[in-house]
């Protein structure tokens, strides 16, 4: 008996159609998912520009922090004392220790400088080098004082200096002011002191101004500091003194009648 194929081809034909449509279902399906995908990659930034983005943020901090320094005033390297009153003025580093007046009249004795042996001396201003800069030495001060005396005449200035044995004796122009110094050194018993005191006449004062190192080894076992390098600390001080010169009374009324002359011209 012989089966008929017609109803077979048929069916052949229908199953080749749903695989058919099933491989392109499946087709539309990946390439929908792949754009998915590929549009969702897209919308996020790649970990390089994420780090990029930080650096330059760093980079914009770091330039505000510069900027923010940049604008704090820089610590003075040197102040400048001056008495208007006296018309004197010197300079001395941040770093050292001042002391006005008051300071010195009332503290201990030891901060006065040597007595000029009248009784007119006032003392204005003191500065010192603080310890650490000799550490582990045996430097107990070193000193610049300022002081001056009304009472004396210009040769009682100048022989205010008493030159002691084996001192010495000098001139030394600063700042087109003429100036007499000595130099002493004394020692014995554990501590030893050397001072170079100067002194210049003008405008009917004395102006006085003595240096000093002293030093202090009780056992002996400190390292000895070298007292002419400390006074050479103190003479950079010293070269910056200025002393105005006083007035005189013909420019005084000179500007006087100056001043008196002026309204009038305004009118």
Sequence with gaps: MKLSNAPIAPSICKVHLVILLA????????????KNSSAVSSSVPSGESLR??????????AATTKT??????????????????????????WQYAFLNARAVAQGDASLRPKSDGNDGQITLA?????????ADTDYESGYFVLSLNQDLGQQECEASL??????????????????????TDSGGGGHAAKLRQYVTFSNSTCYEFEMGVKTRNGDGLAR????????????????TVKILPEESPA??????STEDSEPASHN
Excluded at 23 to 34: K, P, Y
Excluded at 52 to 61: C, E, I, N, R
């Design 52 to 61: 990029a983005d930080a650096s330059q943020s760093g980079t914009a901090t």
């Design 68 to 93: 923010s320094s940049a604008e704090k005033p820089p610590i003075p390297k040197l102040i400048t004392y001056k008495s208007r009153d006296y018309g004197v003025s010197f300079v001395y580093p």
């Design 126 to 134: 003191r500065i010192d080098i603080p310890k650490g800069f000799y």
């Design 224 to 239: 000895e500091v070298d007292p002419d390098k400390v006074l050479r600390r103190l003479d950079g001080i010293l070269r």
């Design 162 to 183: 008493v030159v002691p044995k084996d001192g010495k004796l000098g001139t030394d122009t600063i700042n087109g002011a003429e100036f007499h110094w000595i130099e």
């Design 251 to 256: 420019a005084a009324e000179v500007e006087s």
């Design 23 to 34: 491989a392109l279902a499946i087709v539309a399906t990946t390439v929908g998912c792949s």
